[in-house]
């Protein structure tokens, strides 16, 4: 049987097809012929006003507070003046950068330069041979070109030769910047950071004639209290190029501003913040027209200190009161010593917590962050972390606990003071020296009372360098002690091995003698000596010192304490302390803190004239370090109250010639502590005395 398939009708399926294709080529044609010739001009018009480009919108700082939340470091709103590259020619471009520098001038208000060459007269700015020889590598200028010679090679660069010189120079200093931090339709360089608000205006209503420019609200850093613990908090400042490489992969941009020093350098991750985005809608002029947040920027964390703000302007005054004091008329009649500089460390016993850290010279934060630079006399040298010192007599307390751990020495034993020591270079008290006494017969009590040397060089030679460095580095004497500050020194401490690699010199008895009373290759920093304190007052029970309390979200959590002090590790290596736990002896430990009492309650105390009818009782220890330059440093730490310890206290003063003159400065603060001052000294901080709760 034939079975008939029926075959399908291509042909009328291809005519459907093309007839289809036709209806969509003719409704295209009339589509394009309405946008093209109908509706073109309005079309363009519109395109040139849609110009959109995407900007940063900044986050603000974390704010970084006192342990009771007084501010330290604040945002406050500013203005910011940013420049996006335009369809402009060379000569509209330097026409615009002059319109806007002009405004800017008018108005107070300075602008980025970075370019390195000053006229009037000619010189350049980079001062390093090495450093200057690699710009003009860079810029294919030739080695011996003159400041002049390169500063006509960028006029014809950047064709400016039709200005005056002082034009053209502000117009390179722009042109400069563009050449190499870079900028483009949708990627803006900053012209001027934190402008007035009457600069603001003018270039609102001249827009046309500042093409590109766009005003940015940021928050800019501010600190309320000037330079209250500068060397804490440090300061910010412009991103700089290998900073920018180094973070571009973070959202960095190379308008950004980035912590340098202090807590505003080693908890930028923290601080910073998320910086959001704004649309801009800009003509090819470069008017804008159009502005929308397209995502939020979400503020830093909050920093939250140990120190109290009170205490800390309290400690600065004390300080600087008594580098003034003594280098001007000496304290009560005494003489003067040309003190130059020092630092204090406050430091709670019971937990490591830092309340008060002053270094002399401070510096404005303020200053640093605008570009003004340091002011005359100013320093970024924290002296409380990164300063070293031979520790004087301050370390007589050391020797002894060694000396009466290792059983060398006994409680009640007491020692000679006969005159020259009948070892080494035959060393003698400082008694003997000044006044040809002695002071005879003494236990270690009475020995750290009147910080007799003789006593010490005994119980030095007896105990030996190699025990005594064992105790020093348990008790965080030249060692990091793990702060959360960047630059913290380390220091030495004097043996056989360090006097190798410092002078190739053999140790000798009479090295051992000198460290023994703190001299020779001995040298702390004043939170080495904090702790060191704190340490012996806790009964041998080591503490480490912290400045940071927590750090607050802007979620509302809070970073816990274990990862601070991984992220702090991570920052600044690992310090945690590596040396072998040593036992005490609290019978030792009250006989050591007996002589501190009597040094400041007794008379004979070598600071018994500083604290005499103080109001209770404390314990102390002054030091005289001499030094390879000549002037004598001043040393006192100390405890308080002597019963029931809270507060342990280092201060250092450079060129103070005698430690009981560094004694006062730990006498007003230790009256500011605790509550015996009438009045605060910072009048926005909340005024205490301290409560029990608090202290």
């Known amino acids: 049987m034939n079975i008939y398939i029926k075959q399908p009708n291509t042909r009328l399926r291809f005519n459907i097809l093309t007839f289809i294709i036709y209806i969509f080529g003719i409704i295209l044609l009339l589509r394009l012929f309405s946008l093209q010739i109908i509706n073109g001009a309005e079309y363009r018009e519109t395109s040139n006003i849609r110009l959109t480009r995407e900007s940063t919108l900044y986050a603000a700082r974390g704010n970084i507070t006192d342990s009771s939340g007084n501010l330290l470091a604040t945002v406050d709103l500013g203005y910011s003046a940013e420049l996006y590259k335009t369809n402009s020619d060379n000569e509209t471009l330097n026409q615009t950068i002059l319109n806007i520098i002009a405004i800017l001038e008018k108005n107070g208000d300075s602008y980025i330069d970075t370019f ?43 064709e400016v030769t039709n200005y005056s010189v002082e034009d053209a120079r502000k117009i390179i200093g722009i042109r400069y910047r563009i050449t190499t931090e870079g900028y483009s339709s949708t990627r803006s360089i900053s012209i001027a950071d934190n402008i007035s608000e009457a600069s603001v205006s003018n270039f609102s209503e001249l827009n046309d004639y500042v093409g590109g420019l766009t005003i940015v609200t940021k928050a800019t850093r501010t600190y309320p209290n000037g330079n209250l613990a500068s060397h804490v908090l440090g300061y910010i400042g412009r991103i700089n190029e290998k900073e920018y490489n180094e973070k571009k992969s973070e959202g960095y941009s190379i308008n950004d501003y980035i912590g340098k020093t202090g807590v505003e350098n080693l908890f930028e991750k923290y601080l910073k913040g998320t910086n959001g985005i704004r649309q801009i809608d800009m003509d090819v002029d470069g008017t804008i027209t ?8 979400i503020q830093g964390s909050t920093l939250v200190l140990t120190l109290d703000a009170n205490l800390q302007a309290v400690t600065e005054k004390a300080l600087a009161d008594t580098i003034n004091t003594i280098r001007t008329t000496g304290y009560s009649g005494g003489k003067k010593y040309d003190a130059t500089a020092g630092a204090i460390v406050v430091m709670n016993v019971k937990n490591g ?34 300063g070293t010192y031979a520790p004087g007599s301050t370390f007589k307390m050391l020797t002894a606990i060694s000396s009466l751990q290792e059983g060398k020495i006994g409680i009640k034993e ?17 008694l003997y020296n000044q006044k040809r006494s002695v002071h005879g017969y003494l236990n270690v009590t009475d020995a750290l009372k009147h910080s007799c040397n003789y006593f010490f060089y ?47 010199e053999q140790w000798s008895v009479g090295l051992t003698l000198n460290a023994s009373i703190g001299q020779g290759d001995h040298a702390f920093t004043p939170i080495q000596m904090a702790k060191y ?81 103080f109001g209770f009782k404390i314990g102390g220890k002054t030091g005289s370090a001499q030094t390879n330059a000549g002037p004598t ?9 002597y019963d029931e310890p809270e507060i342990a206290i280092a201060v250092i003063i450079e060129g103070g010639g005698t430690g009981s003159y560094a004694a006062y400065s730990a006498r007003d603060i230790i009256a500011q502590y605790f509550g015996m001052n009438e009045e605060d000294i910072i009048e926005d901080v909340t005024a205490r005395p301290y409560t029990e709760q608090q202290r």
């Not at 640093?368 to 409380?384: D, I, P, Q, V, Y």
């Not at 020259?420 to 060393?427: F, Q, S, T």
């Not at 030679?461 to 913290?488: D, H, M, N």
């Open 458 to 504: 005994e119980a030095g030679y007896r105990t030996g360098i190699e025990q005594i460095a064992r105790y020093a580095k348990y008790f965080g004497l030249g060692v990091k002690t793990g702060i959360e500050l960047p630059s913290e020194a380390a220091g030495t401490i004097a043996s056989p091995e360090v006097a190798m690699a410092l002078r190739k």
């Open 633 to 641: 440093n001043a040393w006192f730490v100390g405890f308080a109250p």
């Open 533 to 613: 304190v704190s340490t012996l007052v806790n009964g041998g029970n080591r503490i480490s010192p912290t400045i940071v309390k927590t750090i607050k979200t802007s979620y509302g959590t809070e970073v816990s304490k274990a990862e601070i002090q991984e992220y702090t590790r991570q920052i600044l290596g690992d310090t945690n302390d590596q040396s072998e736990n040593l036992e005490i002896s609290q019978e030792y430990i009250d006989a050591i803190l007996e002589g501190m009492k009597d040094v400041t309650s007794e008379t004979g105390g070598t600071a018994y004239s500083v604290f005499r009818n």
């Open 353 to 386: 917590e830092v309340l008060a850290m002053a270094s002399n010279p401070e510096f404005s934060p303020s200053d640093m962050a605008s570009g003004k630079g340091l002011g005359e006399g100013a320093s970024e040298f924290n002296r409380a972390i990164s």
């Open 290 to 297: 159009n502005e929308n947040i397209a995502e939020e920027a």
């Open 116 to 158: 390195p060459i000053n006229i009037n007269p000619f010189e350049f700015t980079i001062k390093d041979e090495e450093k200057l020889k690699s710009w003009k590598k860079t810029y294919k200028l030739d080695s011996n070109a003159t400041a002049e010679d390169a500063f006509n090679y960028f006029r014809d660069r950047y």
């Open 414 to 430: 007491k020692i000679n003071d006969s005159g020259p020591y009948p070892l080494g270079h035959h060393p003698a008290c400082w």
